[in-house]
Each structure stands twice: as structure tokens, then as C-alpha cells.
């Protein structure tokens, strides 16, 4: 069931031309399931994240121009649905109910199928290959690699621990 969530995400990407912003998501549910005790906790936290990226200025750690920004946005408000009511909620029947590990597997997933469709409409054989599991690894979990993104989610957290 997971996988057909990564496979309809990987779609909405795909069939829309949009570029892999997944990263940023798994990163920021990388965050906020280090940062947080409880899994409540942790989901509101990303979703605020992922919130507070879609309307910030600081979407341009979001490198890639405009196009992958208002993907981003899209993804957030046509696929996931995400929506601040009391507290954040996403719509999306796929998602509503998963776990931070669950949405860690779906977007994995969601990342290799976009990668292996970028591979294959190049119809080379050596760009088919995916590299699982050679991503630089990080030293701290809360490290994510890039100083942009680093000082993003240092200034969200603050703002989320300030509630």
C-alpha cells in the first residue's frame, strides 16, 4: 500500500514536470523526528516546516528557479493538501493517517520512481542505474547538509519550540 502512495506522489511530480523536491522533505522529516519526543509532535513539526518553507523567503534553499518552487507549493497544497486549521492536517486520504516512518518509506520510494523516470526518458542506460543508498551520510541527524537549509530549519525550529 505504501508503495502505491509513493508511485501516485511520483505521478503527480512526474505528470506536472516538476523537479525532485523530495530531498527537501525527507530532510525536513529527518529534522522533526529527531527534534521532537512524540510522534504528534513530530508531524506537526514538519508540517509547519514544510509550511513555513512553502511561504517564506527561505524557499530558495529550494535551488532549481521557479519552476521547483511553485512545484513545491503545488505539491503541498493540490497533492498533500496540507492546511492549518487548530492544528495542521493533510487531506490527502494517502497520507492523513501515516506515521513519520511511514512518510520516510513513501517518499524514499516517491524519490527512486522519480529518479528512475528521469533516467529512463533519457534512454541511457548508465543514467538508469540508481544509486541507493550512496547518499552522503550525515555526521549529526539534524545536519542537513546545506547551510541555507541548516539556518531554515535552525529559525523554524526556534519558532516552533516558542509555542
Known amino acids: 500500500m505504501l508503495l502505491e502512495v509513493a508511485e501516485r506522489a511520483a505521478e503527480f511530480i512526474n505528470k506536472n514536470g516538476y523537479s525532485n523536491f523530495i530531498s527537501t522533505i525527507q530532510k ?3 529534522v522533526s523526528k529527531h527534534s521532537c519526543k512524540t510522534e504528534y509532535e513530530q508531524k506537526q513539526k514538519c508540517f509547519k516546516l514544510l509550511d ?3 511561504n517564506s523567503s527561505q524557499i530558495e534553499i529550494l535551488s ?3 519552476d521547483i518552487k511553485n512545484g513545491f507549493r503545488q505539491f503541498l497544497e493540490q497533492h498533500l493538501q496540507l492546511k ?3 492544528e495542521y492536517i493533510v487531506e490527502n486520504e494517502d ?3 501515516c506515521t ?6 513513501i517518499f524514499g520510494w516517491t524519490r527512486r520512481l522519480i529518479k528512475n523516470n528521469e533516467a529512463n526518458s533519457n534512454n541511457n542506460y548508465s543514467n538508469s542505474k540508481i544509486n541507493y543508498g550512496r547518499e552522503k551520510s550525515w555526521k549529526n541527524k539534524e545536519d542537513t547538509g546545506n547551510t541555507a537549509m541548516k539556518n531554515a530549519f535552525m ?3 526556534k519558532n516552533f519550540n516558542k509555542r
Open 28 to 30: 525536513i522529516l529527518t
Open 64 to 66: 532549481g528557479g521557479k
Open 100 to 105: 513519520i516512518e511511514e512518510m520516510e518509506y
Open 52 to 54: 513555513e518553507l512553502k
Open 95 to 97: 497520507f492523513k493517517d
Open 84 to 86: 492549518k486549521k487548530k
Open 155 to 157: 529559525k523554524a525550529n
